[in-house]
């Protein structure tokens, strides 16, 4: 609990470094971590949404046609296969 005395003082602040603030240090540390928060944030969300987005059936698809694992006959079915059962959007 502040004192009478402590708020007596003309340059006394909490945050003024006097008897037990923390001083520019304080103000600095306040300033590094709001900052951390507006980069870690953003960058988490977008982790999380590409990790739980990963490869969608029709791109998984895409890739073996690509790595000529399956035909183009046969893409073209499971393409019309996997187009027809997906949930309308």
Do not use: C
């Not at 909490?14 to 971590?33: E, K, R, T």
Request: charged share 25%.
């Amino acid at each position: 609990m502040l004192s009478m005395t402590m708020l007596a003082q003309r340059d006394w602040h909490p945050m003024s470094g006097g008897h037990w603030g923390w001083g520019m240090s304080g103000m600095w540390l306040f300033w590094i971590l709001v900052l951390a928060a507006l980069i870690a944030i953003p960058w988490l969300i977008l982790r999380q949404r590409n990790n739980t987005a990963g490869d969608d059936a029709e791109e998984i698809l895409r890739k073996r046609y690509a790595r000529g694992e399956i035909d183009r006959t046969t893409y073209d079915q499971m393409l019309g296969d996997l187009r027809k059962d997906a949930p309308l959007r």
